[in-house]
């Protein structure tokens, strides 16, 4: 079974901090992803990429970088973070015709 | 563009009966997957089950089964013999053959509560 590791769990920081999500995937999957999770909302697209040194651009990129340095490892980035990113992340990874294998998630928090 | 709309935003049922769940799509596509997910009280995202378009049987993996109507681009989620650890909110979604990099597109999520 695919397994999908983010870190941290948890996360504060403030306004105009400096925050990276972790993401790693152990299953040799091509493609991984970044979803945000918001009441009203929805699961929505940031970033995905489909391999090492590839970033695609989502649905709602603003305010975030990504990172995909190895196969393995795919990396959120919020440079100046604002209480609007407040939210639960989800990093996932899959092939292309595979169903999408998500992480437990990272609960990030804006003051 | 590709749209996933779940129009039940909440669903009781009574430990032991069956719940029905309702998904309509939109997709340029003639190549397309669909999934259903559940997310538990923890937030955990689990895989549940898949359709592939070209597909005629409905699939079915344990107590989960799913009522594909392509003409209607419905696809129903279909839990028998419900336990309370069903409950828990349930996605659907979609992945488009041309647009497969992309991952899914979900619907907003439906919400069943499982009571003894």
């Known amino acids: 079974e695919a397994a999908v590791t983010q870190s941290p769990r948890n996360k504060v920081t403030v306004t105009g901090g400096n925050v990276t999500l972790s993401c790693r995937q152990t299953?040799?999957?091509?493609?991984m992803y970044w979803y945000r999770q918001d009441t009203g909302h929805g699961l929505r697209l940031i970033h995905y990429?489909?391999?090492?040194?590839?970033?695609q651009i989502g649905d709602v990129p603003d305010g975030y970088k990504a990172t995909r340095t190895t196969q393995e490892d795919f990396f959120l980035l919020l440079e100046l973070a604002s209480p609007s990113q407040t939210s639960l992340y989800f990093c996932?990874?899959?092939?292309?015709?595979?169903?999408?294998?998500f992480g437990k998630g990272t609960r990030l928090t804006v003051v | 563009a590709q749209k996933v709309t779940q129009t039940q935003t909440s669903i009781s049922v009574v430990e032991k009966t069956t719940v029905t769940m309702d998904c309509v799509y939109e997709?340029?596509?003639?190549?397309?997957?669909l999934f259903w997910y559940k997310q538990t009280a923890s937030g955990e995202i689990v895989f549940l089950i898949r359709?592939?378009?070209?597909?005629?049987e409905n699939a079915t993996v344990g107590h989960y089964s799913l009522n594909f109507q392509k003409p209607k681009s419905s696809i129903g989620l279909i839990i028998t013999a419900t336990q309370i650890e069903d409950s828990a909110v349930y996605f659907c979604?979609?992945?488009?053959?041309?647009?497969?990099?992309?991952?899914?597109?979900f619907g907003l999520g439906t919400r069943v509560s499982v009571f003894p």
């Open positions: 299953n040799s999957h091509n493609y």
């Open positions: 990429s489909y391999g090492a040194g590839n970033l």
């Open positions: 996932a990874s899959s092939d292309a015709s595979t169903e999408v294998f």
């Open positions: 979604a979609m992945r488009e053959w041309d647009n497969y990099a992309q991952g899914l597109t």
């Open positions: 359709q592939d378009s070209y597909k005629k």
């Open positions: 997709t340029r596509d003639s190549s397309y997957f």
